[in-house]
């Protein structure tokens, strides 16, 4: 088995992401959750880390395995847009409890006006900008709590939004991981919270009162309050999408849904896996040491 | 101390009230939750009583207590809009466990057209109608679950709109019970919202990270938030509102949240409270009763 070269770490709104990496950028081994519960703080990183390399031979190591974590609070000061997504030069060296981790913590982004934070997707940005040198265009990156739109111009984030859209789905009792579908009435509820999108509570309550009274299908139910969100939040988001060059990064159901949400608006969304860009921005973090002791 | 002639049970968005009547309309006791356990069957109803009306020399008794119940789940077919509040000749008498009980639950509304659904607020319009005749307006009756608003004319439920703000609120972790002091706050959200109702996710996004990046009081947090919600809740329903004369029925800071917001539109609503108003519908069915044998 390869020698562990270093750790990637991953929270970005409830997705959590761990990769224990070989020199030559092969996995050893991925842990990748959706709707995790999330490490917040690098003391988690490492109780959650150790039990994972606890089979590796780190003893073999002279020198401790760089660990590269991003999406954790209070670790490194965020940097406020507009400025290039962070490298390992902003990231904030972190004392663990056990010395054979060399933590190393990514900065979140700021924006003042209007005032907003990001944590996590920071990184899935700079993969994006890894993968896709001089990405000039709109990443909608949409996680199991929150969806992030950001402007991704001149190899910087120029602003960026967020909707609680994906917590809204879930405190409404909508699984995105079920397959949905009833692509029909994910249109019609789409169509109608974007041309209405003041209706969105009234929306919701429709579709409960249809459920109790109509015995309204859960796979329709689940396609309209998926659409009524979605739609809400592509309306008020307009500004971001319209006319843009957009790449879609999520997951499995929501992601899909998002694109096709943006098909129905004549944009034509590219769409790439949140994880797989988070991975290739922490492995540009790595990258960035210039070598194992800096 | 008097002799118990009859029991009301009010199921409704959140509320339950539970009152203990003499013949001469005086209370003997009364329970009244906000976000209750509520019951939803008949039989629920009767456990929920039992325990109540144990102390009572119900033995005495002859024939069985009425209890004039509504909010129940399926034991009354839906009455649909337009139509007059149910009375008793609506309700349907429903066999419980203790035969001392005669359970007679009122049915809910129905509308068709948006679909929507109301269970306990027909009898807190029974109520309004009970205490004003000839009422013509409109009823805003906030509950901890979610809003309803009502035309009301010529003795008749004309049409009704929902919206599940409540209960939105409460997912969002915002107590309206606690006291709100930050009123600044809360009409700039309020105004924010009806101006930009489907920017409703992005300033709840935007409320999360000021409490995040500036250590927004809670305080303010509860009183953009409520704001936000209510504020993109009356741009929704300005049809029912707007020129109209306004009943607000409620309980506490929610209510009075509603008031105020509708007062800053121009609005002069009036208010009332709206477990009052149910113990108005239920007297009125009560009385509707020709003889306890009916």
Chains 1, 2 share one sequence.
Do not use: K
């Not at 109509?214 to 008020?236: K, M, N, T």
């Amino acid at each position: 088995m390869a020698r562990l070269d270093w750790i990637g770490v991953w929270c970005c709104e409830g997705a959590l992401g761990v990769w224990l990496m070989a020199a030559d950028g092969s996995v050893l081994d991925r842990h990748v959750l959706q709707e995790a519960a999330q490490p917040v703080t690098p003391d988690d990183v490492a109780a959650r880390l150790l039990p994972l390399v606890a089979g590796m031979s780190l003893a073999d190591r002279i020198d401790p395995v760089p660990v590269i974590a991003c999406g954790l609070e209070g670790a490194a000061p965020l940097r406020t847009v507009p400025c290039a997504a962070p490298g390992i030069a902003e990231a904030a060296r972190v004392p663990t409890p056990d010395p054979r981790l060399d933590l190393r913590v990514l900065p979140g982004l700021a924006q003042r006006q209007p005032r907003a934070v990001m944590r996590g997707g920071e990184t899935v940005i700079a993969g994006l900008f890894a993968v896709a040198p001089g990405f000039d265009g709109v990443l909608c990156l949409c996680g199991a709590a929150s969806t992030v739109w950001a402007r991704l111009s001149a190899g910087e984030v120029v602003s960026f939004a967020t909707f609680m859209t994906g917590e809204m789905l879930e405190m409404l009792g909508t699984d995105m991981n079920q397959q949905n579908d009833d692509r029909d009435a994910f249109t019609a509820a789409l169509a109608e919270a974007m041309s209405r999108p003041a209706g969105l509570a009234s929306m919701l309550s429709a579709v409960r009162a249809e459920a109790d009274l109509d015995a309204l299908a859960p796979a329709a139910v689940q396609a309209r309050i998926s659409g009524a969100l979605i739609g809400a939040e592509l309306a008020a988001a307009r500004p971001y999408w319209l006319g843009q060059t957009v790449v879609v990064a999520g997951e499995g159901a929501l992601a899909e849904a998002y694109g096709a949400a943006l098909a129905d608006q004549g944009a034509a969304p590219r769409s790439a896996r949140s994880q797989d860009l988070a991975l290739a921005g922490l492995t540009a973090a790595r990258r960035q040491l210039a070598s194992p002791e800096v």
